[in-house]
């Protein structure tokens, strides 16, 4: 099952959108159909509350924070990894995992994508619409509402302070307008920002239930996508039979052992020397061309192989050769002896 990141402007209700796609999302799983194995999925909410960040880690103002703190965003840095840490421990298959927090860095998001993706799980990016101005208003309520004596009756509540949660954190004017001014919006056209659903402040519980519906298709329903992990990061099978060094080295030193003892089977040297072109398969033989009127010597053509073996022990050249088999690495030794015994003749 997928990583669901919620992104948004500070204080814009991402952390009530979490809490209502965890809300359905359980009952969602629940509504599955019984099984004798362990349930097909898990849920989880990964947010700053579960891990016990405040939002002062995010403030950077020279009043919270010494330069050389700022300079490298220490304690942003060190929040991320907290988060980073607790979706990757419970990211998998089977697991639903909502990460509830700014996640305002694109990088960030890219970050968790390839997270995902490495776990064949999908991810999908849900963005919380919320003006400015409004948002502002929702910290400046927070902030009063903090700063009010208990012993004072508080003042009549506003519409927009009738919405938000009284007991959510605010952030210092300065860092909120901050973190507005860094926010990096979710583009639906890059894939780590893909697929991308939107719900807004004033979308009612039927327009919310309709796009958790198609986010839930996406990931669990019909729409799924099967996901693979990235090609360059998965090991090449170079060789089926062996490791790829070992049979590198055992076929160059079967066709220098196999020139050897064919020079010592004739009276002159030079000449051509038909060697077999695999140990197991039949087929036309491979011909190594001599320098005619000599011999090769074995410390020659063990210098030649050791830097054959030197260019091609990452396969430096024979990437497009897929599986490099013993039959490929002796057909490019020989060559590469043909071509060397050219130039010195």
């Known amino acids: 099952m997928p990583l669901i990141i919620i992104t948004g402007l500070p204080t814009s209700g991402k952390s009530t959108r979490a809490a209502q796609l965890h809300a359905y999302l359980a009952e969602r ?62 990211l998998s298959p089977r697991d639903v995992v909502v990460l509830d927090g700014l ?24 963005q919380v619409g919320c003006s400015q101005e409004r948002a502002r208003a929702v910290n400046e309520a927070r902030l009063r509402r903090r700063d009010t004596p208990t012993t004072t009756e508080p003042a009549p509540a506003t519409d927009t302070e009738q919405d938000d949660d009284d007991t959510a954190e605010p952030y210092a004017p300065s860092n909120w307008a901050n973190l507005v001014f860094r926010y990096e919006e979710p583009n639906p056209m890059t894939r780590w920002d893909s697929p991308l659903f939107t719900l807004i402040w004033d979308d009612d519980a039927h327009q919310t239930r ?62 051509e020397v038909s060697l077999p072109r695999s140990r197991d398969e039949e087929g036309a033989p491979l011909v190594v061309e ?53 130039k010195d003749g």
């Open 29 to 90: 799983i629940a509504a599955l159909p019984p099984s004798p194995s362990p349930p097909p999925y898990r849920l989880h909410l990964v947010s700053d509350e579960s891990q016990d960040i405040p939002r002062a880690v995010y403030d950077l103002s020279p009043s919270q924070l010494p330069a050389h703190v700022r300079s490298a965003n220490a304690s942003e840095k060190d929040a991320r990894a907290a988060l980073y840490g607790a979706v990757k421990r419970v």
């Open 103 to 126: 996640n305002y860095i694109k990088g960030w998001r890219y970050q968790l994508f390839c997270e995902a993706k490495n776990a064949r799980t999908p991810s999908a990016v849900l």
């Open 210 to 271: 309709q796009v958790f519906d198609q986010l839930w298709d996406v990931i669990a329903g019909d729409a799924k996508k099967v996901v693979r992990p990235n090609q360059s990061t998965v090991q090449r099978d170079k060789d089926p039979g062996g490791d790829y060094l070992y049979v590198l080295e055992r076929e160059t030193q079967d066709i220098v052992k196999g020139i050897l003892e064919k020079q010592q089977q004739g009276e002159d040297g030079g000449g």
């Open 290 to 342: 001599l320098p005619a009127g000599k011999k090769i010597g074995l410390a020659q053509l063990q210098r030649y192989r050791r830097a054959f073996v030197a260019l091609n022990r990452g396969g430096i050249g024979l990437e497009a050769v897929g599986k490099l088999a013993a039959t490929r690495l002796r057909e490019s030794f020989v060559g590469y002896l043909n071509d060397a015994f050219d």
